[in-house]
């Protein structure tokens, strides 16, 4: 059984920079894609990011594009979200999934990911 556990969330003023943590286990790390999603208060889920592991393609939402970026770091199993220039809309949590599939343009969508990280919250202040 896949496991993910996110971490790295907490609080940061308008401008500044977060970097978030997802380690899958249970699994062999190479065969997943692995994304992002957030939820804000009153607010759908939404993609944040998506990366697929054995192909190495990525995919931003665009309200981040030009500002987030995931890296890997297999050795550690673990997939990181940088986040810079942070603003108050993307106060959220932030949740970790992961997929044996790829799904290229629909990976927005949350109903394909089978596993889901337990949330990291990410406050931005003004």
């Known amino acids: 059984e896949v496991q993910l556990v996110e971490s790295g969330g907490g609080l940061v003023q308008t401008g500044g920079s977060l970097r978030l943590s997802c380690a899958l286990s249970?699994?062999?790390?190479?065969?997943?894609?692995v994304g992002w999603f957030r939820q804000a208060p009153g607010k759908e889920r939404e993609g944040v990011a998506c990366?697929?592991?054995?192909?190495?393609?990525?995919y931003y939402g665009d309200p981040v594009k030009g500002r987030f970026a995931v890296s890997s770091d297999h050795a550690k199993n673990t997939v990181y979200l940088q986040m810079n220039s942070l603003t108050p809309e993307d106060t959220a949590v932030y949740y970790c999934?992961?997929?044996?599939?790829?799904?290229?343009?629909?990976?927005?969508?949350?109903?394909?990911?089978?596993?889901w990280g337990q949330g990291t919250q990410v406050t931005v202040s003004s």
């Open positions: 990366f697929s592991l054995p192909d190495r393609v990525f």
């Open positions: 999934v992961a997929d044996s599939s790829w799904y290229g343009s629909a990976w927005y969508k949350t109903e394909l990911y089978d596993y």
């Open positions: 249970g699994g062999t790390f190479d065969d997943y894609t």
